[in-house]
């Protein structure tokens, strides 16, 4: 299931009853991640289910309200939120991470999500589209800078 390691901390001010501020940072670590590794067919499955690694999620939020009409009959008030977060893969233990040339070599990406260490969980990435063959009517790519 996982291993995790959360570091929260916050703070919340009020005050006069009218300004609230709130303001969080957090840092997660997600270790011994399950996820689906795949295997040759010919061991009569696709993919099995293995310790993919470790993942930090970490970020901050900050949130304010302030009433400006606080009576029996009204209550006026405007809220802000503003928050930031980031992911990434700190270590895969089944997913090579190969960079050439500035292009992402996999044998095998799915629906263009690979996974990399050092960059976002569920990245999806893509090739650099060169046209159309004029011949045959088939995509072309950029492979190389």
Known sequence: MGKKRDINLGVDINILN????????????????????????????????????????????????IKWIDTDDILFSTNFNVAQNKNYIVRSLHTPALMVTGYTQIKNIQGGVVNL???????????????????TGNPQYYLTG
């Open 117 to 135: 260490v050092g960059h976002e969980t569920g990245s999806v990435y893509g090739w650099k589209f060169a046209g159309v063959n004029s011949a």
């Open 18 to 65: 009218r300004i609230f501020l709130t303001a969080e940072y957090y840092h997660n670590r997600t270790s011994d991640v399950l996820s689906n590794l795949n295997i040759p067919p010919s061991t009569g499955r696709t993919s099995i289910m293995a310790n993919g690694g470790i993942t930090e999620n970490k970020g901050w939020e900050v949130d304010m309200r």
